[in-house]
Each structure stands twice: as C-alpha cells, then as structure tokens.
C-alpha cells in the first residue's frame, strides 16, 4: 500500500535499507525543486531554506523525543559525528571506553585511534553473560569513561535494549553513545528514556535520506564534554554578525557545525521525514517487525539448509535478518540474487535482507522463492 510511496523499478526487489535506501518519490521532487530553484534564482529564498533547516531539526528532535532542538545538530555523517565525541572528550591515560564485538569499522576504529592518548577500547562479546547488556555491563570498570553501541547491529540485526544499558552508563557516571544509524526511521528511540548523551545517524539506510547529512543529537548536559575540533562562522552564537570583533560559541548544538549546511541534504532529508511522520514509528515498526517475522518463518521452515544468524526473541531483532546458507556459499547465493534483481549484502558470513515497511509480502515472497530449499 505504501509501494507507491517510490518509483522503484518494478523488476527490483530491494532488501537493502540496511545499506543504502532509496529514496521516496516526496524526497526525489523536493531534490528536483531544489536544483531548479538553485538554478533560477540562485540563494534568494536562503531565508527559507534555514526555514526549513530548522524545521528538519524539530522533525529530527521529535523523532528522537529530545528535549530540545537546539540538542540536535546536522553534521556529514555518522563516522564523523562519532570522531566529534572520541577527539572532543578529555581523556586520561588509563581511561577506557566499552565497545561490543559486533560493531561496524566507524564504531570501532575511532575508539581504538584513542590508543595514542592511553585509552583502552574494550570489547565485550556478546556471546559471553546472559543478555548482551550484561556481557557490556560486565567490561565496564571504574576507569571507564564511556560505553558506544549500536542500537541494532549492521551484521547480526541484534538489537540492543538502549534503556537497559543508559541506566547501567547513568548509575555508574559512564558517558552513554549510540550509533542509531541501523534503527533511526526504523524503531522507536527515545533519548530521554534511553539515557543517551550522544547518538548519532547519516540518513541513508532506514532514514530514506541522501549520503551525507547525519543527525547528531548531544545531550545539553553533556555539550559542554566536548572540546571542539573545527571552528568557522556559523558555529558562533550570532552567527550571522561578521563585522563582530569577538564571538563566543553557540550555546545550542549548532557549535558542532563549523560552516555552511548541506542545503541539498536538508531539502531531502525533511521531505523523507515527511513521510516517515505520515506513516509513523509505530505503524513503520510495526510493518517492518512483521517482515523480520516473515523471513523467520521461512528459514525456520528450511532448518536443513539455512541457519539465521538474527537473533528471534522479541525486542531482539530490528529490520534486518541475516541468514547463512548451508548446502552452498553465502557468495554464490548473493551472486545469484543479485542476477535475479534481489538487491541485499554480504554481510556476517551470511545474507543480509534488509526491507522496510513499504516492502510489500509480494516481494518479500518473490526473493525467498529464489532460495533454493
Ligand atoms: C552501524 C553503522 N555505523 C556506521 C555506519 C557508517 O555510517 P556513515 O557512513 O554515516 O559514517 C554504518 C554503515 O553501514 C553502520 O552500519
């Protein structure tokens, strides 16, 4: 029902929100709006367009239940948004930050770079301890200054219980990071609930967004933890004063954003925001759940020849499910896929099929009767 939200072509069956989604038709007309007004009156309406910057701010600070919007910062992407937190805090020698041993390279690498200043990355294998939460829980120390997750992980699908793990962070003065870029569009978030003081989500997977244009959201409590990297005029309190001889930095998160916006970003982004409050987190949640539930199904019917390597349990798995074929290689499988139009990754040592709430069950069905039984 939603299909006609997107142009997609009508041969592709496209499972890869987890990677790059596309983009919805409300999204490509206000990308197309916005090169033609560039090109007719160049930046005249530039008054508008912060109009709609910060209103993409209050779509993102509604979506996350922030507090404030001037909570919410626009940075490059989530990688980036990421460095901001790692090189911003003051650490000491000693110190550590808790990882899992599950994360993607940006929540990975940037932790482990703290090495040149004595900073321990520690990984928890969430194999180890009874939850996942307790596995993390348990690799904090008393020299542990902060604990970065994701909220859904890119390979496995596991998805984290956040509000289980920002108490643990809070109870023990533990910085809390989230990497929402798996489940931001996808899964309800709630940073208040969650605890979170800094989460971070470029908008191209479950956002429906263009590469290139992150939210990062720091906690006003937490803003002032961070020293800043990158300075220019549009970080500064008046911003817009630049015969000003002396300045002092924004007060809101807008001092994360050295220059000028990614204009194009916004125009996208708002309009795919647009859509997704249209429909809705629930409604989005629960659409995209039940096609986890689905591709569940199926392989549990097939025990013999596909293992799932998503976790099943309720709260547990978000929009992606990753499977490993048995009786041949997960790559000849994909190759196959990808000849047959069926769009997904490699991913775990396995399949990764990544739909959203517009895939119909049609599709869905289509691409699971090219798995051979
Ligand atoms: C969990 C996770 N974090 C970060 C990234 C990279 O995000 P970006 O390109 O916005 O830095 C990805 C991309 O797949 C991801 O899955």
């Given at each position: 029902m939603y299909e006609s939200e997107f142009a997609l072509d009508e041969d592709l069956v496209y499972l890869n929100h987890a990677a790059v989604a596309p983009w919805p038709r409300c999204t490509a007309d206000a990308v197309r709006a916005f090169a033609d007004e560039n090109a007719t009156f160049g930046a005249r309406r530039y008054t508008d367009w912060m109009a709609t910057e910060a209103d993409l701010k209050r779509q993102l600070q509604r979506l996350i239940n922030a507090r404030s919007d001037a909570e919410i910062a626009l940075l490059k992407n989530t990688s980036e948004a990421l460095s901001v937190v790692a090189y911003g805090l003051d650490w000491q020698a000693g110190d550590n930050v808790v990882i899992t041993n599950q994360e993607f390279p940006s929540n990975r690498l940037v932790w482990e770079s703290l090495a040149k200043f004595r900073v321990e990355t520690r990984h928890a294998d969430l194999a180890q301890g009874d939850t996942a939460e307790s596995a993390i829980i348990a690799r904090m120390n008393d020299r542990t200054r902060l604990v970065a997750v994701s909220s859904?992980?890119?390979?496995?699908?596991l998805q984290l219980d956040l509000t289980t793990l920002g108490a643990a962070c809070r109870e023990r003065g533990v910085l809390f990071c989230v990497d929402a870029i798996q489940s931001l569009g996808a899964l309800t978030l709630d940073v208040q609930a969650c605890q979170a003081d800094f989460v971070m989500a470029d908008a191209h997977k479950w956002l429906l967004g263009p590469e290139g244009i992150a939210l990062f959201y720091c906690r006003h409590a937490a803003m002032d933890l961070l020293d800043l990297k990158q300075y220019g005029w549009h970080m500064i309190e008046d911003a817009l004063n630049f015969d000003a001889a002396t300045w002092e930095i924004a007060g809101s998160a807008r001092r994360f954003e050295c220059g000028s916006p990614n204009m194009t970003g916004v125009h996208a982004l708002h309009a795919s925001l647009g859509l997704i409050e249209r429909v809705g987190i629930p409604g989005i949640q629960e659409r995209i759940l039940d096609n986890s539930r689905f591709l569940f199904d199926f392989f549990n019917n097939l025990t013999g020849s596909y293992r799932l390597v998503t976790p099943q349990a309720a709260g547990r798995y978000g929009g992606i499910v990753t499977f490993r074929p048995l009786r041949q290689s997960a790559a000849s499988l994909y190759e196959r896929l990808q000849r047959k139009n069926v769009i997904c990754a490699l991913r775990g040592g396995g399949i990764r099929f990544s739909p959203h709430f517009y895939t119909s069950r049609e599709k869905l069905a289509h691409a699971l009767a090219l798995l051979p039984p």
């Open positions: 859904v992980q890119y390979a496995t699908g």
